[in-house]
């Protein structure tokens, strides 16, 4: 049987998939994706995940499955012994609301504007406004969400309204009106 292929940027919140991985006693490759180099928009992963994301794993049939929350309900659900993936129809809703919330808002939201692309890089007011905003949503989040774990309530999480730094258009990044 083919072994799984992860494909990964070391750092990001493809780090998660890596560690799931490796907990299962899972055999895999791990290929790094250089975001910042472009390495997405090769033809090569386009073929494998033509959203141009990571992470990406290639499952041992050959097929692709993207996004972190995806991912993780596969290998849990199909690892029932590890005990990864609630089998209530509960503790399940909630542990997505979890994931959303820490992969949308906490990284997406938080670290990923602090590590901007490079493209957002060379806008300097859009950088700056990046920082500022990961400035802000970061203390927020992290402590709400650290309380949530002491108590075991994560499955408690608030929905929040994200607010953009700046969105992605054909032509660049763009400013919000």
């Not at 596969?74 to 089998?87: E, V």
């Not at 602090?114 to 493209?119: K, L, Q």
Request: include cysteine; aromatic fraction near 6%; glycine fraction near 6%.
């Amino acid at each position: 049987m083919a072994e799984m292929k992860l494909y990964m940027t070391p750092g990001s919140c493809s780090t998660g998939i890596h560690i799931i991985l490796e907990e299962l006693e899972e055999a895999f490759e791990a290929y790094i994706v250089n975001l910042p180099a472009g390495d997405q928009f090769k033809p090569d992963y386009v073929a494998i995940n033509a959203k141009s994301t990571i992470p990406t794993l290639v499952r041992r049939d050959g097929s692709s499955l993207t996004e972190v929350p995806a991912i993780v309900y596969w290998l849990g659900r199909s690892h029932p012994r590890a005990a990864l993936w609630p089998d209530d129809i509960e503790k399940s809703c909630r542990l997505i609301e979890a994931m959303a919330y820490i992969v949308g808002t906490i990284h997406g939201q938080g670290f990923a504007r602090i590590f901007a692309t490079i493209r957002l890089r060379e806008i300097p007011s859009i950088t700056t406004r990046c920082a500022n905003s990961a400035a802000t949503s970061l203390p927020r989040a992290l402590p709400s969400s650290a309380r949530r774990l002491e108590r075991k309530s994560i499955w408690q999480m608030p929905i929040r309204s994200p607010t953009p730094c700046c969105s992605m258009s054909s032509s660049g990044p763009t400013r919000p009106a």
